[in-house]
């Protein structure tokens, strides 16, 4: 069965429709439903295109943010960001045929050749055939029956078709075709980012007290059953208006990532949390956590990305009223 979001079309691996957007009521997921995607030991999907954190600071602290919003919105927008995401399929095990055709398991845009091809899932991973005529490429060359290495590998392959480009994902045992379109529509109608005014008292000093040895967590996503593993080093403390708080951290190369919630979530800001990056401390474990730079998961923004949800452990009783605001009826 095929589904229509914004334009493009998504089918599901057991063929079962999974609608749009989750709801949330108070914080809390009404349904937890969506697009099945990204979730790995890793979550590679999580740091790409990712707008991490501000670091040091040569200039004036605001004209600073200001270079960080501008990168934010370049990065939704580049090639590799969230917002040309035009469809994610999860294949089944055989052959799976692709094109923008009606009959096809994988329903492409209508700049795509009715018929294309297919992806055949085996033991050793995804094979794609190209139909003759279809003037489909990798790395520049055209091919008509190549071994697709995933996103798992040291060198995934990209193929490209027009504005059109995909690649293979994997998550676990399973593999999706994630499709692109770099003339998607959103690039050019995509709003300006809502922010909350610039509050430096909220930029704040954290230290991080470590776990005895780092730990694998369990985080929930939006999607039922599927989770994000990442590795944590142990909890950063930090205090707001006197109080105080701890979010856990989360490696990401480089850097921490917080995915926290507050009592903006669902209100005022994305339902699920928002993401935070910080620089990982030298050696006396101190960790700048600048909250004007939240910003919304990348499923906020399109249907064919999805997130970690903030933990119990990391919903701040308080509200953090920086970064970025979420407005659902801005960014359908």
């Given amino acids: 069965m095929i589904v229509m979001a914004n334009g493009y079309i998504a089918v599901s691996e057991d063929k079962q429709i999974f609608m749009g957007r989750f709801r949330f009521l108070h914080g809390q997921p009404a ?15 999580v740091a790409e295109s990712a707008t991490h954190g501000i ?3 040569p200039h004036d602290y605001r004209h600073c943010l200001e270079e960080w919003k501008a990168g934010r919105v370049a990065s939704l ?28 398991d994988l329903r492409f845009p209508a700049t795509a050749m009715p018929e294309m091809g ?22 520049g060359s055209p091919v008509s029956r190549v071994q697709m290495a995933d996103d798992a590998s040291e060198n995934p392959g990209v193929v490209t078709f027009g504005s059109l480009t995909w690649s293979v994902i994997r998550r676990g045992e399973r593999f999706a075709v994630r499709l692109r379109d770099l003339d998607h529509p959103a690039l050019r109608t995509f709003p300006p980012i809502d922010y909350f005014p610039t509050d430096e008292n909220l930029r704040v000093e954290a230290r991080l007290q470590r776990y005895e040895r780092p730990r694998m967590v369990s985080v929930d996503t939006v999607i039922e059953g599927l989770d994000y593993n990442p590795t944590s080093p142990g909890l950063l403390r930090f205090e707001i208006g ?14 921490f990532l917080l995915v926290f919630g507050d009592a903006t979530s669902g209100r ?43 933990s119990p452990r990391n919903r701040l009783a308080i509200r953090i009223p920086a970064g970025e605001r979420f407005d659902p009826s801005a960014h359908r």
């Fill in 268 to 310: 005022e800001t994305y339902p699920a949390g928002r993401f935070l990056y910080a620089s990982k401390p030298g050696g006396d474990d101190v960790v700048v956590l600048d909250f004007n730079t939240a910003q919304n998961p990348p499923c906020a923004y399109n249907d064919f990305a999805t997130c970690p949800v903030a």
């Fill in 242 to 255: 006197g109080q105080s708080f701890e979010l856990e951290a989360y490696n990401a190369g480089d850097e």
């Fill in 55 to 57: 670091g040091d600071c």
């Fill in 77 to 104: 927008k580049g090639e590799t960001g969230y917002l040309n995401l035009a469809g994610l399929f999860w294949l089944r095990k055989g052959v799976n045929t692709f094109g923008s055709g009606a009959g096809n």
């Fill in 118 to 139: 297919s992806f055949e899932l085996g033991e050793n991973g995804v094979v794609m055939n190209v139909r003759s005529g279809a003037h489909v490429r990798m790395d």
């Fill in 31 to 45: 349904i937890r439903a969506g697009l099945v995607a990204l979730t790995a030991l890793c979550w590679t999907a």
